[in-house]
């Protein structure tokens, strides 16, 4: 960094010039520091890297000058200049590569009315801009903000009281507002909202009561909305009018009383009351935080020794004593989804939390138990067919999350004994030599919806419950740490796994192995794109049969059964799979490559069936037997 700055002062005119150049060079890096069971990956493994070049020159001038007693005056010029840019690796091979130049002109102004000593008037404008940051290149292709200051205020001040009154009005352009939203490493995501503006008085003072009391209470009133905000909903762009910004509350409030019993000892109560806020842009009531109210005590001791310190002062600060539960942040999680693209497709399903009974977590007696044991199974856990316990005095939403926090203990309760058990195995492998010579491998039959869009279990091919985990150890072979985003699936577990015994696979077996790409990471005839069906109705959760296929970024479904509904995903812009763009004009093209692309994989698997053909599957084949077993 170097700076240069020259001033000077001429009868009532003060002026100074000056530059500045700075420049941040900085290595980005995720470092794998601990793995109890993965001894293979070598300590200090980095999962992405990338490094970030930051340059920035300002110039500016400033300019103060008093016309009379009363009156004064400011005007200050200033240009940034910003190169950023980054390269390497994001997450696993996944490039970064960020090249922005920024150029702001940033004027100030602003005069001051001296009343008299005790009241003084202000007015001011001010233009500011800010670059996005790192993280909003990650998550998207952003704008830099620019904002128009407004500002009108008057200063009290006495001896044993001031206050200050300020009316401000903030006008932005490209603003970047938290959409509620946490990118894959719990990052908050931000995106340009267009127009949007911030409309407020804000009121403190600080006043003396007594020799010993001081009162310093401060509030802020304003209206914080963005301005015709559009929306992308069903595909098409919808304007949703003056919504309210995300994180911005209308009323925020501070209070501190301070108690000075001796010149050595201070004690502050500090209060703070924030207001009701939204977590998104889009005024969904499932998004809103409730307002809240909080205090610390804080307890300071100076001491002033005649000698080696001027001052030495121990402070504390007692965070919430009084045990307040409030939330002041959070994010928007899907599982308050309302359904608004998917009314009919996903809407009518039986997987909510409306329907969850514990026996869906497959936490049943074995059938091998004898009748004393299992009774001892049931005693201890839960009986069969038991539903989660409504609570009559709450609301249907309360009663909504009091029931997924029991399914999600339960949840968690069975990964817990499913990795204790991992980890016995993985001890033993270890204990007895056996690590080093043997192939690891982790995996499951489907994916799992705990909480996503309000829902349990699984069926959907929304991307909760089609990506699997595949987690490989191959001493020698396999590179640790290695990631292949390659897309796999199931039935390509039996080919690979034979290929490693060196086997060959039948020629029956539909998938294909995978093998090469673990070892080498090439493989230049690989699929692009998977396919995927479901047909167990109306058994099974009710949830509607449909196929579809899914490439690297984009997901195309069709509901066949009861209904012709199509569904189309961007998971790059849209990664939880709310907002349905098929009928949107602009995605024609790729809706119909996306189709022509389903159709040759159901062709290349061998399903040619028409549709009535399917639904015979789904009346006869399954869900019409299991409904008929019910029914007897």
């Given at each position: 960094?170097?700076?240069?700055?020259?001033?000077?002062?001429?009868?009532?005119?003060?002026?100074?010039?000056?530059?500045?150049?700075?420049?941040?060079?900085?290595?980005?890096?995720?470092?794998?520091?601990?793995?109890?069971?993965?001894?293979?990956?070598?300590?200090?493994?980095?999962?992405?890297?990338?490094?970030?070049?930051?340059?920035?020159?300002?110039?500016?001038?400033?300019?103060?000058?008093?016309?009379?007693?009363?009156?004064?005056?400011?005007?200050?010029?200033?240009?940034?200049?910003?190169?950023?840019?980054?390269?390497?690796?994001?997450?696993?091979?996944?490039?970064?590569?960020?090249?922005?130049?920024?150029?702001?002109?940033?004027?100030?102004?602003?005069?001051?009315?001296?009343?008299?000593?005790?009241?003084?008037?202000?007015?001011?404008?001010?233009?500011?801009?800010?670059?996005?940051?790192?993280?909003?290149?990650?998550?998207?292709?952003?704008?830099?903000?620019?904002?128009?200051?407004?500002?009108?205020?008057?200063?009290?001040?006495?001896?044993?009281?001031?206050?200050?009154?300020?009316?401000?009005?903030?006008?932005?352009?490209?603003?970047?507002?938290?959409?509620?939203?946490?990118?894959?490493?719990?990052?908050?995501?931000?995106?340009?909202?267009g127009k949007s503006s911030r409309l407020g008085i804000e009121l403190e003072g600080t006043f003396a009561l007594g020799n010993r009391w001081t009162w310093q209470p401060n509030i802020t009133f304003s209206r914080n909305r963005n301005q015709d905000f559009y929306f992308q909903r069903n595909g098409v762009l919808t304007a949703l009018g003056d919504t309210h910004l995300s994180f911005s509350p209308a009323v925020v409030a501070g209070n501190i009383i301070a108690f000075q019993p001796s010149s050595n000892w201070k004690i502050a109560l500090l209060t703070k009351y924030v207001g009701e806020q939204y977590m998104g842009n889009i005024d969904s009531e499932t998004s809103k935080l409730e307002a809240y109210s909080m205090s610390d005590l804080n307890i300071n001791y100076r001491i002033l020794p005649k000698s080696l310190f001027k001052e030495i002062n121990i402070s504390m600060l007692l965070n919430n004593p009084l045990g307040t539960k409030y939330v002041s942040n959070g994010y928007f999680y899907t599982f308050d989804d309302d359904y608004s693209t998917r009314e009919i497709t996903a809407g009518n399903t039986e997987m909510t939390m409306d329907y969850f009974c514990r026996e869906d977590m497959k936490m049943i007696p074995p059938k091998n138990l004898a009748e004393r044991e299992k009774r001892k199974w049931l005693s201890y856990g839960f009986k069969r067919n038991e539903t989660?316990?409504?609570?009559?005095?709450?609301?249907?939403?309360?009663?909504?999350?009091?029931?997924?926090?029991?399914?999600?203990?339960?949840?968690?309760?069975?990964?817990?004994?499913?990795?204790?058990?991992?980890?016995r195995v993985l001890d033993y492998l270890e204990e007895n030599n056996l690590s080093k010579n043997t192939i690891i491998i982790y995996s499951s039959d489907q994916g799992f919806f705990i909480g996503e869009h309000g829902w349990f279990d699984k069926r959907f091919m929304y991307e909760e419950s089609i990506r699997m985990p595949f987690v490989i150890k191959y001493p020698g072979l396999i590179k640790p740490g290695t990631v292949n985003k390659d897309i796999v699936t199931n039935i390509d577990f039996a080919p690979t796994i034979l290929e490693m015994l060196g086997l060959q696979a039948p020629i029956s077996v539909q998938g294909e192995s995978f093998f090469s790409n673990l070892t080498t990471g090439k493989n230049k005839n690989w699929r692009q794109s998977m396919y995927y069906h479901y047909y167990e109705y109306p058994f099974y959760h009710h949830v509607q049969p449909h196929y579809g296929i899914r490439n690297e970024r984009y997901k195309l479904i069709h509901f066949y059964y009861d209904m012709d509904q199509w569904e189309l995903y961007d998971l790059k812009k849209d990664p939880d799979e709310l907002n349905n763009i098929y009928l949107s004009k602009k995605e024609s093209k790729l809706v119909s490559k996306l189709k022509s692309e389903l159709y040759s994989l159901k062709k290349y698997y061998g399903n040619e069936l028409t549709y009535e053909e399917m639904r015979k599957i789904s009346d006869t084949d399954f869900g019409g037997l299991e409904s008929k077993k019910l029914k007897q």
């Open positions: 960094m170097a700076t240069f700055s020259l001033n000077r002062q001429k009868g009532n005119t003060e002026w100074s010039l000056g530059t500045l150049y700075s420049r941040y060079v900085g290595d980005h890096f995720g470092e794998l520091i601990f793995a109890h069971y993965s001894p293979s990956i070598s300590p200090r493994h980095r999962f992405y890297e990338n490094q970030g070049n930051k340059k920035e020159g300002n110039v500016y001038a400033k300019v103060n000058h008093r016309f009379n007693d009363r009156i004064s005056g400011y005007l200050d010029l200033q240009y940034r200049g910003i190169s950023y840019t980054a390269d390497g690796k994001l997450k696993g091979p996944e490039p970064i590569n960020i090249d922005e130049n920024y150029g702001f002109f940033n004027p100030k102004a602003g005069l001051v009315y001296t009343f008299n000593p005790n009241n003084k008037f202000y007015i001011s404008f001010a233009r500011a801009h800010r670059e996005p940051s790192r993280a909003d290149f990650e998550n998207g292709n952003p704008k830099p903000e620019e904002l128009n200051d407004y500002e009108l205020g008057w200063r009290f001040n006495r001896e044993k009281a001031s206050l200050l009154v300020n009316f401000y009005a903030m006008d932005y352009t490209n603003q970047l507002a938290l959409t509620g939203a946490l990118d894959d490493v719990g990052t908050p995501i931000r995106e340009n909202v989660v316990i409504v609570d009559s005095e709450l609301s249907e939403i309360e009663n909504r999350r009091a029931k997924f926090q029991i399914y999600i203990k339960d949840y968690l309760a069975t990964i817990k004994s499913v990795d204790d058990n991992i980890g």
